[in-house]
C-alpha cells in the first residue's frame, strides 16, 4: 500500500500520487486485500485516466458505430483515506457517469480504478462483491432510489441478503433499527414504506442503506439536490457526523457550491468530461486559476449587497459544445476569453502552471488551462 500522502507545499496535496499495487493471485487474496483497513491518509482510491464513451449507433437490422458521447474523457484523481473529494460542474459534464464507473455500475472503456492497489475494473465474481461491499453509493432522488414496495425494513436489511456474513440472519431486524437510530429516525418506523415519508426522511434511510455493509467509501451523487434548503443542511450535517463516527471517504458530488465547499476537503471542477481544475477548498474557492472556475465561481448568488456592489460577473458566451463532438484542445476554448491558437492545437494537462510553480501560494494548485492566472472572486460560496 502507499506510505503516507505526498505533499509537495505545506498544507497541500497533489492531484495524483504514485499507485502502489498489491500482488494477490488467487481471489482468496484479493479479498483479504480488500478487506484490510487502509491507514488515514493514504489514498484509498485512486484513478487514472478514466473514460467512458457511449456509442452512436446508426440502422436498424446492421447497426453501424458513426460516432462517440464522450462522457468521460480521461480523469485522473486520488481519493484519500477519511476525506471528502467534492465534485462539481454543470449538467451534462459527467459527474454522474464517474460515480456509476467508480461503482462498476458501468464498464470503463479504458483507465483504471485502483481500490487498494487492486484494478477493480479488472474484477469480477466474489472479488468486485467485495469491493461493492466496501464502496457504496447515495443517490440523487430520494424519492425513486427507494422500493415502493418495500418496507423500510427490508430495503435497508437487503444488503444482508446479498452479504450475510456482515449480519446474520437472526440479528438483522436489530441491525436495521440501529441504523435508522444513527441517521436520526424513529427505529419503530422499520415496517412503514417510503410514501409515508417526507423527502428529507427517504434521504436519511438512503444514507442508512448505504452504511448497512460498514463501507470504507460513499459515493453521493447530488444526495440534496432534491431537497428543501433547511433538510440539504441537517442531511450534511448528519454525513459529518457519520464520517467521523464510521471513518468515512466521501466522494461528493452536487452543483450547490456553498455545500461542496461546507463538507469537501478538496474540491474537483468538472467541464465537458474532463478535470478541469483541482485543489483544497480555499485554493479552489478563493483563489481561481482556471478560467471556467471563476466564471462558475462568479455566478454563485452574492445575499450581501455591499459585497455585490463590488463583485466582477463574468458572463460566457455560447453554449457548452457537444460532447459527442467535443473542441479540439482545450475543451472550453469555444467559451473562454483567454483562448488563442494554442489552447485549439493542443490539449493541457492538470498541472501546476508554470507562473505559480515551485512557489508557495494557494494559486500553486492543479490547473488544465495554458494561461491560467489567479483571480480572486469577491463572494464566492
Known amino acids: 500500500m502507499a506510505d ?13 500520487s504514485d ?4 500482488d494477490a493471485s488467487t481471489t482468496a487474496e484479493v479479498e483479504a486485500v480488500l478487506d484490510a483497513p487502509a491507514e488515514r491518509g493514504e489514498p484509498i482510491l485512486q484513478v487514472r485516466n478514466l473514460v467512458k464513451h ?9 447497426k453501424k458505430q458513426v460516432g462517440a458521447v464522450k462522457a468521460v474523457d480521461g480523469v485522473s484523481f486520488d481519493l484519500y483515506k477519511g476525506e471528502t473529494l467534492g465534485i462539481v460542474g454543470e449538467s451534462g459534464c459527467g459527474k454522474s457517469t464517474v460515480a456509476k464507473l467508480l ?6 472503456t479504458s483507465g483504471e480504478v485502483f481500490y487498494k492497489g487492486q484494478d477493480i475494473t479488472k474484477l469480477s465474481g466474489r472479488a468486485l462483491k467485495a469491493v461493492r461491499r466496501n464502496i457504496q453509493m447515495v443517490f440523487q432522488d430520494p424519492y425513486t432510489s427507494l422500493n415502493p414496495r418495500m418496507t423500510v425494513g427490508d430495503i435497508i436489511g437487503e444488503p444482508f441478503e446479498i452479504h450475510p456474513e456482515v449480519a ?10 440501529e441504523l435508522l437510530d444513527v441517521v436520526g429516525l424513529n427505529p419503530e418506523y422499520i415496517n412503514r414504506y417510503p410514501h409515508q415519508f417526507s423527502g428529507g426522511q427517504r434521504q436519511r434511510i438512503g444514507i442508512a442503506r448505504g452504511l448497512a455493509l460498514n463501507p470504507e467509501i460513499i459515493i453521493c451523487d447530488e444526495p440534496v439536490s432534491a431537497l428543501d434548503v433547511s433538510v440539504q443542511a441537517q442531511v450534511v450535517n448528519l454525513m459529518e457526523k457519520l464520517q467521523d463516527e464510521f471513518d468515512l471517504s466521501y466522494i461528493f458530488i452536487a452543483h450547490d457550491l456553498s455545500i461542496v465547499r461546507h463538507i469537501s476537503d478538496r474540491v474537483g471542477v468538472m467541464y465537458l468530461g474532463r478535470m478541469a481544475e483541482i485543489g483544497t477548498d480555499a485554493e479552489i474557492y478563493e483563489h481561481p486559476t482556471h478560467p471556467y472556475t471563476q466564471a ?14 463590488g463583485r466582477e460577473r463574468i458572463i460566457l458566451a455560447g453554449d457548452v459544445p457537444s460532447p459527442a463532438n467535443p473542441p479540439s484542445g ?5 467559451r473562454c476569453w483567454k483562448a488563442q491558437d494554442k489552447c485549439a492545437q493542443e490539449s493541457p494537462l492538470l498541472a501546476v502552471p508554470g507562473a505559480f510553480a515551485g512557489k508557495d501560494t494557494p494559486a500553486a494548485h492543479e490547473s488544465a488551462c495554458h494561461f491560467a492566472e489567479e483571480k480572486q472572486v469577491v463572494g464566492a460560496a
Not at 461503482?103 to 470503463?108: G, H, I, K
Not at 462558475?296 to 456592489?309: G, H, N, Q, T, Y
Open 103 to 108: 461503482m462498476t455500475l458501468e464498464t470503463a
Open 4 to 16: 503516507t500522502r505526498e505533499q509537495d507545499r505545506d498544507g497541500a496535496t497533489p492531484n495524483v
Open 330 to 334: 482545450c475543451r472550453f476554448r469555444t
Open 296 to 309: 462558475l465561481l462568479s455566478a454563485v448568488p452574492v445575499p450581501d449587497p455591499e459585497a455585490r456592489a
Open 19 to 22: 499507485v502502489h499495487t498489491t
Open 54 to 62: 457511449f456509442p452512436l449507433t446508426q440502422g436498424v437490422l446492421f
Open 168 to 177: 446474520p440472519k437472526g440479528d438483522r431486524r436489530k441491525r436495521v433499527q
